[in-house]
């Protein structure tokens, strides 16, 4: 079965800083891969989404972009973060073999100071 | 535009009861549904998922009732335990394109 790694699971940066917050997945192929970022009590915002290496497809207009260097590696990251940019950020999958259950990864909780 | 929410906010249930989790959609086009449970500070765990074609799908302790008629999505846990209580979330996928769209979540409190 597959599994999705993230990391850190904690973060703390400083207004202004550089972010870059790594996904990788075992155990599929050809997966199609999302950021989710989720504020403190509310629901699940998709941000970013690709199909393959290289495609990615923006969801909302933000100070964040994303990048599929690999077939199981997607990356989240940002030139300089934002107060606005403080949450819980989750990758996910669906196997791409026409099974549209997504799964997630654990997650990171980014607060940005 | 899609949308999807939930009725309550939050659920309190005394422990062996049965909980109901409600959920409306507004997108007709849908015709996929899925269930997740969320744990402080983890990422959301499926529990169970239905498409538009059945109205009804039966899990261990969990089922999922569809009215497409109402646009109105519900989940059904028996006998609630302690370990239940989470955040729960519906998602609707839009238009088969893979993306889940998800409302705001309830919180359900098992009282002991």
């Known amino acids: 079965s597959q599994t999705i790694h993230q990391w850190p699971a904690t973060l703390v940066q400083p207004v202004g800083s550089p972010l870059s917050l790594e996904c990788t997945v075992e155990g599929t192929s050809n997966p199609n891969l999302y950021w989710y970022r989720q504020a403190a009590g509310r629901g699940l915002q998709l941000l970013f989404y690709s199909v393959g290496i290289g495609q990615i497809s923006s969801e909302v207009p933000q100070n964040l972009s994303a990048s599929r260097p690999q077939d199981r590696q997607f990356i989240l990251s940002s030139k300089k973060l934002l107060l606005s940019d403080s949450g819980f950020y989750l990758c996910?999958?669906?196997?791409?073999?026409?099974?549209?259950?997504?799964?997630f990864g654990s997650g990171t909780q980014l607060s940005v100071l | 535009g899609e949308s999807v929410g939930l009725h309550l906010p939050t659920l309190s249930v005394q422990e062996g009861d049965n909980s109901i989790i409600n959920c409306a959609y507004s997108?007709?086009?849908?015709?996929?549904f899925i269930w997740y449970k969320q744990e402080s500070g983890k990422g959301p765990q499926f529990i169970i998922d239905i498409r538009s074609n059945m109205d009804k799908r039966q899990g261990q302790r969990v089922t999922v009732l569809l009215n497409k008629t109402v646009k109105h999505l519900s989940l059904q846990i028996a006998a609630t335990q302690p370990g239940d209580s989470a955040v729960y979330f519906c998602a609707e996928e839009a238009d088969s394109s893979y993306k889940l769209i998800f409302g705001s979540g309830t919180r359900l409190l098992v009282r002991p």
């Open positions: 996910a999958l669906t196997p791409g073999t026409g099974n549209e259950k997504l799964f």
């Open positions: 997108n007709s086009a849908s015709d996929y």
